[in-house]
């Protein structure tokens, strides 16, 4: 199985100011990743796909990089709605998984 | 619009099983891949099982954890997705997400539901 392994963890930041996240692959997945935004007792969205491919009606203030083992999710400037917990996803291969998550918190 | 609206969560004894069941609507649901993504109280996001398109058989997939207990099926005729749960387990106690998946060569998860809890406790 493919494992996503997300860093870090927990992450405190304040309005305005430029995010970035990391998630690595335990193999190379080529670009088949995606990232999901979700809050508290919501259902994920996607956000990011095929690694850098921003999902229709996804602020572009979201973006992402990276192929093979290594990916990176950036907010550019942080908005108070974009406090959530962020999940990358491989489509390689299956098993489908998830990394554990970076939750985004207010400084 | 898309929807996907989950029914069938509760509690259920270990070694029980449960039928859940999605409503799905706004889209052509031969069409599409579609999951079920489940997450246990306080964790994260586990994929559960696929079901593919009509192009693909509607064949399955699965995750180690649930393959040979759980099946994923889908009734085209009544616009709705399944997931059968048998020998159910403790560590099964979970918020179990219908989603769908995008008409892309590598699928991924674009619209889901609003989640049913399912609880395995004696």
């Known amino acids: 199985d493919i494992q996503l392994t997300q860093s870090p963890s927990f992450l405190s930041a304040s309005v305005g100011d430029r995010v970035t996240m990391t998630c690595r692959a335990s193999q190379g997945i080529r670009t088949s990743l995606a990232w999901y935004q979700q809050k508290p007792g919501k259902a994920p969205k996607l956000l990011i796909y095929s690694a850098s491919t921003l999902q229709s009606g996804v602020p572009s203030r979201f973006s992402g990089s990276g192929s093979g083992t290594e990916f990176t999710l950036t907010i550019s400037s942080l908005q108070p709605e974009d406090f959530a917990t962020y999940y990358c996803q491989q489509a390689d291969s299956y098993p489908l998984t998830f990394g554990g998550g970076t939750k985004v918190e207010s400084k | 619009e898309v929807q996907l609206v989950e029914s069938g969560g509760g509690l259920v004894q270990p070694g029980g099983s449960l039928r859940l069941s999605c409503a799905v609507s706004g889209f052509t649901f031969s069409d599409h891949y579609m999951d079920w993504v489940r997450q246990a109280p306080g964790k994260g996001l586990e994929w559960v099982g696929r079901?593919?398109?009509?192009?693909?058989?509607?064949?399955?997939e699965y995750a180690a954890s649930v393959k040979g207990r759980f099946t994923v099926s889908r009734d085209a005729s009544k616009n709705s997705l399944f997931l059968q749960m048998n020998s159910l387990e403790t560590e099964d106690t979970a918020v179990y997400y219908c989603?769908?998946?995008?008409?892309?060569?590598?699928?991924?998860?674009?619209?889901w539901g609003q989640g049913t809890l399912v609880s395995v406790s004696s």
């Open positions: 079901t593919r398109n009509k192009a693909n058989s509607y064949t399955t």
């Open positions: 989603v769908r998946s995008q008409l892309t060569s590598r699928p991924y998860f674009d619209f």
